[in-house]
């Protein structure tokens, strides 16, 4: 019932886990849909392979319109997200694993809430094993024209379009204009589970998102999204950083520190911890090996994608 959608470019030479990634959702996915923005480091060769160990991923190639705004993640997500066929959609970025818990309550979502047509999950963010910040981040809902990736596609929500209309019309009706006021905001402050339309649910574990799993992979990641966002943040001396690029242990708390997000960190100084054991079951192999220094494909998962 549940088509799940992934774009990549180039997230081979960038660390992301996107082979745990993609691996993580076919427990509960009818079928997997992978779009790749013509990669060049290797990606899309390993791509092919998944797709030839299981038949449920679905391999598509688009070139990414040099458009110079990030809105260009949301463009292409929903060009992939249109092909989605199944009654349910479920978005997942590179760096995100469904831990293996999850699987089967995922599946049964949308018997157990019919009338729901979306459903946030919560999520934790990891600087390698290093709990930066936590949140829910709209993952599933009923494949409805409306439902879209918003922004630079760090979630789903409703179309321009789809609000546009919901707000003129309501217009007319001002007690109307104020529900869906009072409610926005009331939605933005609690969450509110309890909402028939759309649900915020905890899963038995969150979804483990990697912001960064190697020093190297960290740093490039900061000078790339500091011109992507123009933001100030990300244009401090990285020397400290690099000083200790060979500890990782140090790196990781002083790149946490270096961050320093205002609003989603929800973590003391220094940021706690989560042992291997807590992680998903497929990554955890290779965030326990002490000599890997960047990201790279375990051969044995191709075996293990075929009985996904």
């Known amino acids: 019932m549940i088509s799940g959608f992934m774009i990549v470019r180039d997230v081979l030479k960038q660390g992301y886990p996107f082979v745990e990634a ?95 047509e979306t459903f946030s999950f919560p999520f934790i963010q990891f600087l390698d094993k290093y709990k930066l910040a936590e949140g829910f981040r709209l993952r599933l809902a009923k494949n409805l024209p409306q439902i879209v990736a918003k922004g630079d596609a760090w979630t789903l929500g409703t179309s321009d379009e789809y609000n546009r209309k919901k707000i003129l019309k309501s217009l007319i009706r001002p007690r109307r204009f104020y529900h869906y006021l009072a409610k926005g905001v009331e939605f933005v402050h609690a969450n509110p589970c309890y909402d028939y339309l759309s649900r915020a649910v905890y899963l038995p574990k969150p979804i483990f998102r990697y912001y960064a799993l190697f020093p190297q992979n960290f740093l490039d990641k900061c000078q790339r999204h500091g011109e992507i966002f123009k933001m100030d943040l990300f244009t401090k001396s990285y020397e400290e950083l690099k000083a200790h690029i060979e500890t990782p242990d140090v790196f990781w708390r002083l790149g946490a520190e270096f961050l320093e997000y205002p609003k989603d960190n929800h973590y003391e100084k220094p940021f706690d911890a989560v042992q291997k054991q807590s992680h998903p079951f497929i990554i955890q192999e290779f965030i326990s090996n002490p000599n890997a220094k960047q990201y790279y494909v375990r051969e044995q998962l191709f075996e293990e994608l075929k009985k996904l």
């Open 22 to 116: 993609i691996a993580s959702a076919l427990p509960f996915c009818s079928d997997f849909l992978v779009s790749d923005g013509y990669s060049t480091d290797g990606t899309f060769e390993v791509l092919e392979k998944i797709s030839a160990a299981n038949p449920k991923v679905k391999v598509f190639r688009e070139k990414w319109p040099e458009k110079g705004h990030v809105s260009v993640l949301a463009d292409v997500t929903n060009n992939l997200r249109s092909r989605c066929s199944q009654p349910y959609i479920f978005m997942l970025q590179a760096n995100e694993i469904v831990h293996e818990e999850n699987a089967t309550f995922i599946k049964a979502l949308p018997a157990m809430f019919p009338n729901a």
